[in-house]
């Protein structure tokens, strides 16, 4: 792929961004062009938002791995496609060329084939950061499976519940991982989750820390005798523009995960052409993006957008703190990284730990830094700015999510204006609108409205898995023929978004989404629990935090132990990223009278805004409001 799809001026964005609105299917038609297909679309697109039903690039053949790998080999096939930088820094680190990357997913892709595994299979993949996740993600694609990657902090319970919603057959997984000073057993968690999962007949375990796992007779392998002796060549499974490339889980405000589901075409243009515009890649650059596989963002901007786009992708196992706080800086310089790519809480917890350490690294190789999946506060962009980018580089701060595949708001390179906790313009093809309360239309500048989109993408969301419905209610019966996206945001008179958060009950910690509903769920399964509600609060350094009410049917006689096993339970039903910065043991809840919690006072009373709780007066009982305040933690 050239940079024939890189916006060069703003006056050019101001232009392409015109046309893909006048006219989407011809921008993005033209876009298309640019990608390897088996075989053209006889429509560009077809859609409604009501069913809803988007189709993109109907009746095209593709498939996502001939254009990250194939299609490069002949003029990059010696150009590095990963480099793998490894938890320990005195561990070697490992770089594949496009030619090594393609032999190995070819490898792995023909060690699936003969697990019986085939075209519309689901595969989870539960795995550490680490280059064999990226091929298992490629591989899947190479012969049409359909991957489900589960970030490996979640426990057991919670791959059991992805597993069993997408019934799938195979699992990907290691031994263990490394995480800063811990190592972890995945291969346990595994098992553990396989308890309650009838689906799964194969299980590959890549050995990464010579543990000697459990491994279950026909029905566990080795991830090296398994490919050990495949041909380093497999043919590309024709896929239709249409057909599922992937299920990513997220949460939502009501009920489990739901599992989004993206398509091989529409995803890969999106994919391709929001990378190289907002990054604006040269041919010889290094680009990191610190995120983990696990998340959207490491699908859509570690793996499929730079190799789509025949980038050098940087990816790390480790964490920003290990083994110190310079540890980022360090690899910036270390592989002259030029485009970085990282999230407000780690530039918020690397703040805490004073500048000492990002100044003892040069970052002179940086041309570009990137913030994503929260808003970036002041304070922390001009930290990013000033410490890290020297006041010399721009920084995009992308705003999409999950659903959306891609990057929907955000700056351009070099290209754009930027100001700070701005994400900024839409990219071309992306139709945002301000809705009020009514669902009107927002003309007005500086006023908060709903975000929603109003017409469909490429790399959008189709439907979630197995419950089309679902998809419907959520995401596009809120406000009739729009896309609701949960955001709050403001337009500035340039036209400008700022990004407010979320306005429905998903709460955003360190940029980890979870549902108000699945921590509830979780505390609940307490036997001494009787009910509880969760909100989020505003922490310096994770963005939000996560306080529970609690309703216990005996209070309990020592809070501590009765703390500990609520946060018990919530990492065996999720994991430790959700575990709650506090929780208040309460004698009831504040309710309206037809029993609705009114998580508005909740939500005052964490961030210890007691002066104005508005109206009180719907409640059932407005005596607990007291009993609440004054039991604030
Ligand atoms: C939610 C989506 C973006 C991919 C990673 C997270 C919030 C995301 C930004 C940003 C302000 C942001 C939104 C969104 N969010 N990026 N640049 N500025 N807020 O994807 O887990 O699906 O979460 O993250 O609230 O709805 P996700």
Known sequence: MTNKLQIKSFEEYKEKYALSIENPEKFWGDVAEEFQWIKKWDKVLEWNFQEPKVEWFKGAKLNITENALDRHLETRGNKLAIIWEPNDPKQRFVRYTYRELYEHVCQFANALKEKGIKKGDRVCIYMPMIPELAVAVLACARIGAIHSVVFAGFSSSALADRINDAEAKAVIT????????????????????????????????????????????????????????????????????????????????TGKPKGVVHTCGGYMVGAAYTFQNVYQCDESDVYWCTADVGWITGHTYIVYGPLISGTTSVMFEGIPTYPDPGRFWQIIDKHSVNQFLTAPTAIRSLMAHGEDHVLSYSLDSLKILGSVGEPINDEAWKWYHLHVGKERCPIVDNWWQTETGAIMISGIGNISPMKPTFAGYPLPGVNPVLLDQEGKEIQEADVEGYLCIKSPWPSMLRTTYGDHERCRVTYFSTYDGYYFTGDGAKRDQNGMYRIIGRVDDVINVSGHRFGTAEIENAINTNDNVVESAVVGFPHPVKGQSIYAFVVCEKAPEDEVHARGEIVESVVAEIGKIAIPEKIQFVSG??????????????????????????????????????ELIEGKL
């Not at 309710?591 to 964490?606: P, Q």
């Not at 002066?611 to 009180?616: E, F, P, R």
């Open 589 to 626: 809840l504040p309710k309206t009278r037809s029993g609705k919690i009114m998580r508005r006072i909740l939500r005052k009373i964490a961030e210890g805004e007691v002066s104005n709780l508005g109206d009180t007066s719907t409640l059932l009982d407005p005596n607990v409001v007291d």
């Open 174 to 253: 290691s031994d263990g991982l490394n995480r800063g000073a811990k190592q972890i057993p995945v291969k346990r968690v595994v098992d553990e989750a396989l308890e309650s999962c009838a689906s799964v007949e194969t299980v590959i375990v890549y050995d990464c820390l010579g543990w000697g796992p459990n491994m279950e007779e026909g029905r566990d392998y080795w991830w090296h005798e398994v490919v050990a002796g495949q041909p380093k060549s497999c043919a590309p499974e024709p896929m239709d523009a249409e057909d599922v490339l992937f299920i990513l889980y997220t949460s939502g405000s």
